[in-house]
């Protein structure tokens, strides 16, 4: 017999208290001004509080409460970075490339048809790079940001179910077009709760499979089981209504591509090979298949739909491309500037995106912009093999992340910001590298 929701929602909340108390425990060492950065990563992968409010909006009104949110955030942000004597100047020297793309947002804002709405768009950018500020200005950062994905984890996940189950008008949708049920949960999409179950699910596992070669050491065995358990929960939630893995195919591609990549390491690492380059080769590859196949209309890999359980459009996504390709091919080098794409009325005619992070990023920041974030994400994947020191290492994590980005940008827009959950802790993970690459440099 299911529980009412109140008493379900009472006990999901009392269950969430007492998994974070078990976390905190566990880090006491983590100063409580870590709790920003945690909220906003929150934040980055949920509908936004204008949904819960239901609130008509447009991509061009956007969300006062979102928007109130956000400003509240990052001036609590500024305030804690002023009283920490925040070194402004050199975190912007130290990450010289995301800097290069943040200035070009905010040139490309010239050239946009909405500039005004540009702009604020581009506010959302000034409040990521604070909350990264906030992480790397940490005592010890790389345990914070650890800290912080698993009070993400361990509040989506069970908020998640709960939606779902007792809440079905804030957890699931129906698609359009079929009727089939979707579950959507505390993300705004399908695909969005499925990316967020992978994520949860490649650093459960790295984490899982460290804590237990270390055993002995590890302060509190309760918090292995909270994360297999939590690692159920996501795997659960990721086969979606239909009890399969392919239910999100992207999602599934990205979560074996992150298993792959630590694996890969692992055992490079336990052989002594080096493989950087080949992870580099790998990386350029697949920026190229991902921009080419929207130009091309077609899969390179003919096989792959089928054995996925998609069709040869990957659900339509194909004929998104060729509506969009028309447009892209007018700005290919420019663009039509930060936010300045994508209207209410384009969302309706075609799509609500292109389904192609590598598409939109041209649409938005031209090719310039896109070999501007391949750069970016390159350097990172560069950085992070060479300060793997063995095989636990959290770069060994932060490299699988970043080939799961990669991937999942194929047929989903992650790419060209830093407000999405797996943009965001993309550039987490970049704050993160550079801080230890310039150590050992020195």
């Known amino acids: 017999m299911l529980l009412r929701p109140q008493i379900a929602l009472l006990l999901t909340i009392i269950f969430i208290i007492f998994i974070l108390y078990i976390e905190r425990e566990q880090n006491k060492h983590i100063s409580k001004a870590i709790w920003i950065p945690s909220l906003w990563l929150l934040y980055t992968g949920s509908k936004g509080l204008g949904y819960y409010l239901n609130l008509k909006t447009t991509i061009e009104a956007g969300s006062p409460?979102?928007?109130?949110?956000?400003?509240?955030?990052?001036?609590?942000?500024?305030?804690?970075?002023?009283?920490?004597?925040?070194?402004l100047i050199e975190?912007?020297?130290?990450?010289?490339?995301?800097?290069?793309?943040?200035?070009?947002?905010?040139?490309?804002?010239?050239?946009?048809?909405?500039?005004?709405?540009?702009?604020?768009?581009?506010?959302?950018?000034?409040?990521?790079?604070l909350m990264a500020g906030l992480l790397v200005s940490e005592q010890f950062p790389i345990k914070a940001f650890v800290s912080i994905l698993r009070r993400v984890i361990y509040i989506s996940l069970p908020f998640s179910i709960l939606l779902i189950k007792y809440y079905?008008?804030?957890?699931?949708?129906?698609?359009?077009?079929t009727g089939e049920l979707m579950w959507i949960g505390v993300a705004s999409q399908k695909n969005g709760l499925a990316m967020l179950c992978s994520l949860s699910a490649v650093f459960l596992i790295w984490s899982i499979w460290q804590n237990i070669s270390i055993l002995p050491s590890v302060k509190s065995k309760l918090i292995i089981l909270i994360d297999i358990f939590m690692l159920l929960l996501a795997i659960y939630l990721m086969m979606g209504p239909r009890r399969t893995f392919t239910y999100s195919s992207t999602s599934f591609l990205s979560l074996l591509t992150g298993l792959i990549t630590i694996i890969l390491l692992k055992f490079s690492i336990h052989k002594a090979i080096d493989i950087k380059k080949k992870l580099l080769s790998i990386a350029i590859i697949i920026i190229i298949l991902g921009t080419l196949m929207p130009f091309i209309g077609k899969i390179p890999l003919k096989t792959l739909p089928q054995i996925l359980g998609r069709d040869s459009t990957l659900t339509g996504r194909t004929q998104i491309w060729t509506s969009l390709i028309r447009y892209a091919k007018r700005n290919i080098f420019l663009g039509y500037g930060f936010g300045g794409f994508w209207t209410t009325a384009l969302r309706e005619t075609i799509a609500a995106n292109a389904h192609s992070g590598y598409l939109d990023t041209i649409l938005e920041l031209g090719v310039t912009g896109l070999f501007i974030f391949s750069f970016f994400?390159?350097?990172?994947?560069?950085?992070?093999?060479?300060?793997?020191?063995?095989?636990?290492?959290?770069?060994?994590?932060?490299?699988?992340?970043?080939?799961?980005?990669l991937v999942h940008n194929i047929s989903e827009t992650l790419m060209g910001n830093f407000i999405s959950l797996p943009s965001a802790m993309i550039l987490f993970i970049s704050f993160l590298s550079n801080q230890a690459y310039l150590k050992i440099e020195k």
């Open 168 to 177: 079905p008008l804030y957890g699931r949708e129906y698609n359009r077009w």
């Open 65 to 87: 409460p979102d928007r109130y949110f956000l400003i509240f955030l990052g001036i609590i942000a500024i305030i804690i970075l002023l009283r920490r004597n925040f070194p």
């Open 377 to 405: 994400l390159i350097s990172i994947i560069n950085k992070a093999t060479k300060l793997i020191e063995n095989e636990w290492s959290i770069f060994l994590f932060f490299v699988s992340i970043v080939f799961m980005y």
């Open 91 to 129: 975190i912007i020297k130290r990450n010289q490339l995301f800097t290069i793309i943040i200035l070009y947002m905010l040139i490309s804002i010239s050239w946009s048809q909405w500039p005004v709405i540009s702009l604020k768009r581009w506010g959302r950018e000034v409040i990521a790079f």
